[in-house]
């Protein structure tokens, strides 16, 4: 069954560096998404996205948050200058369709930022 | 405000026993309603999901859940669970190009 693959797995950074996380949504999906789950809390939205633009973002995704198609397979998710609190798991999400298509998730980048 | 609600933030329950792990959601949102298990350090996996027709759905592993619209409830079960069960549990919803997730239910299956 095709999955959708993330990497790398973990990353640790300094604060105030930019890292990037990629993903690889599964290949006929069109729509992708980013949610971060820090640590014992909810997963919560960041932003979503379709025809090579961003079609929903939430308050957390501010400017230091960026993402990019920049291939027909990757999608990616930029933080500029990392902070202590964006230490979380990032899961990149993919479906085929909106409204009442279930997600498919990767199996998250753990990013820790010290 | 669109919303889902899990009441339950822990579950212990003995093997074999049967479980529910309830979601209540805010009658504005879509009738989009879903489950999904997180096992550790995995991703979410869709359980089952709720789009219309049927108000009893049933997933994988077992689970089944019932989209109830007088109580606004979407609550999960199993009659007997396993061992293998215990992760955490989402209930979801979809509302324009998101889904947002319920704060989840840690279901603890012990031996």
């Known amino acids: 069954e095709p999955e959708v693959t993330q990497t790398p797995s973990h990353q640790v950074t300094q604060m105030g560096q930019e890292v990037i996380l990629r993903c690889v949504p599964i290949?006929?999906?069109?729509?992708f998404y980013w949610y971060r789950q820090i640590l014992g809390q909810k997963v919560e939205f960041l932003v979503s996205f379709y025809n090579n633009e961003i079609s929903e973002k939430s308050e957390i995704f501010d400017d230091q948050f960026s993402v990019e198609r920049p291939d027909g397979s990757n999608f990616t998710l930029k933080i500029r200058s990392t902070k202590l609190e964006d230490s979380a798991m990032y899961f990149c999400a993919s479906s085929d369709w909106t409204g009442g298509s279930p997600l498919h998730f990767g199996n998250g980048t753990r990013l820790t930022v010290t | 405000a669109q919303s889902v609600t899990q009441l339950d933030s822990q579950v212990p329950v003995f093997e074999e026993a049967p479980v529910e792990l309830r979601c209540n959601y805010s009658s504005s949102v879509s009738v989009y309603l879903f489950w999904y298990v997180q096992y550790p350090n995995q991703g979410l996996q869709l359980l089952l999901k709720?789009?219309?027709?049927?108000?009893l759905v049933k997933g994988i592993n077992g689970f089944e859940a019932e989209f109830n619209k007088s109580q606004t409830s979407f609550h999960l079960r199993k009659p007997s669970v396993h061992i293998s069960d215990t992760a955490e549990y989402f209930c979801?919803?979809?509302?324009?190009?998101?889904?947002?997730f319920g704060a989840g239910t840690r279901l603890f299956v012990k031996a």
């Open positions: 709720y789009l219309s027709g049927s108000t």
């Open positions: 979801a919803y979809t509302g324009g190009f998101k889904t947002i």
């Open positions: 290949s006929n999906h069109l729509y």
